[in-house]
């Protein structure tokens, strides 16, 4: 009997010695800064003016699936009526650089034709080419009826969401029908008053807002775009983004909120409305939760403003919406592939 433990003990030592030296000739990895493969936050060069600001310092963010699970609490819409991406930089438009410098951006994006308001924004908020969502006409025309097919407000509205509509030109209304919005507001006058009225009496609870500035756009039909009145106002309006900005930080909403910036068409002469480049080309500058600052380079169209809030909101995306979220904005490969509409 000793014998043989005699026997099993020395088995026992031959097997720790063969295990010791099998794990001597393990490397463990280092938990030294991050390597290349790490996902972190990339350098911007800015393109919008040579007065920008550095970009943020690189930071670690976690890997995002496009899966429908909200990102944010809230998405801020805001379209501003004509704005030409050159004309950013030459009003100034400071708020605006500097949002487009802390997120996403594209000075290439395009809308959809005819590049008139209700049509562009019609898309815009449908997610839907022309052609399918029926607007055809630029007027308040209420014997019209509403844009046709599911749109942002709806989703968002049967999701429990509260949605709100702050805009200077009635005929926006037509966008969605007024059972899908918990409020309408609409400001005849100038973006700063648009702004005053809607800080007045803020939507706190909001999910979704759109907000309209349409100055710059009457402006534009006057005296011209890119000229001296349209920039003064461009300026104003900027002025006016500023305010809403300060307000959210003010209520602590700013760390939760996706802020979209963008425009309905562009315009050359003192008109718009053609498939020139001066009138269908758009910025388009996303800021807030999740979004990696950059130059954007994939395609973007209007369409994929709805796409995009829907899928920062946890939405269902409808299967007929021509619109993509922009997910190169997030860090992420695009999972569905915008549609370009007809010209």
């Keep these: 009997m000793s014998k043989r433990i005699h026997t099993l003990v020395l088995s026992a030592l031959l097997l720790f010695v063969l295990l010791a030296c099998m794990l001597a000739n393990v490397e463990v990895p280092s938990l030294g800064s991050p390597t290349a493969t790490q996902t972190l936050i990339p350098s911007v060069t800015p393109t919008l003016t040579a007065t920008l600001t550095p970009p943020p310092t690189e930071t670690s963010l976690p890997t995002l699936t496009p899966t429908p699970t909200a990102l944010v609490k809230r998405v801020v819409i805001l379209s501003i009526d004509g704005l030409r991406p050159d004309a950013i930089a030459l009003a100034p438009m400071s708020n605006l650089m500097a949002l487009a410098q802390s997120g996403a951006y594209s000075l290439s994006a395009q809308t959809v034709y005819p590049s008139?308001?209700?049509?562009?924004?019609?898309?815009?908020?449908?997610?839907?080419?022309?052609?399918?969502?029926?607007?055809?006409?630029?007027?308040?025309?209420?014997?019209?009826?509403?844009?046709?097919?599911?749109?942002?407000?709806?989703?968002?509205?049967?999701?429990?969401?509260?949605?709100?509509?702050?805009?200077?030109?009635?005929?926006?209304?037509?966008?969605?029908?007024?059972?899908?919005?918990?409020?309408?507001?609409?400001?005849?006058?100038?973006d700063t008053v648009v702004m005053e009225t809607l800080l007045a009496d803020f939507p706190e609870d909001f999910n979704v807002l759109f907000i309209h500035f349409g100055i710059a756009d009457g402006m534009g039909h006057s005296y011209g775009w890119l000229s001296p009145q349209q920039l003064s106002v461009l300026f104003r309006a900027d002025e006016a983004l500023g305010?809403?900005?300060?307000?959210?930080?003010?209520?602590?909403?700013?760390n939760e909120t996706l802020l979209i910036v963008s425009a309905d068409h562009g315009g050359h002469a003192t008109t718009h409305g053609s498939n020139s480049p001066e009138d269908m080309t758009i910025p388009w500058i996303a800021a807030g939760p999740w979004v990696q600052p950059k130059t954007l380079t994939s395609f973007i169209q209007t369409t994929d403003m709805a796409a995009t809030a829907a899928f920062a909101l946890g939405l269902p995306i409808p299967a007929e919406w021509d619109g993509a979220p922009v997910y190169e904005a997030f860090g992420l490969p695009a999972e569905r592939q915008t549609v370009q509409c007809e010209r």
């Design 116 to 190: 008139v308001t209700l049509i562009s924004h019609s898309s815009m908020l449908s997610g839907l080419c022309p052609a399918k969502h029926g607007v055809y006409w630029n007027d308040y025309l209420p014997n019209l009826g509403y844009a046709q097919g599911t749109d942002l407000f709806d989703i968002a509205h049967s999701a429990g969401l509260h949605t709100y509509m702050v805009v200077s030109k009635k005929k926006l209304i037509q966008i969605t029908e007024p059972s899908s919005l918990d409020n309408f507001l609409f400001v005849n006058d100038r």
């Design 243 to 254: 305010q809403f900005l300060d307000e959210l930080d003010a209520r602590n909403l700013r």
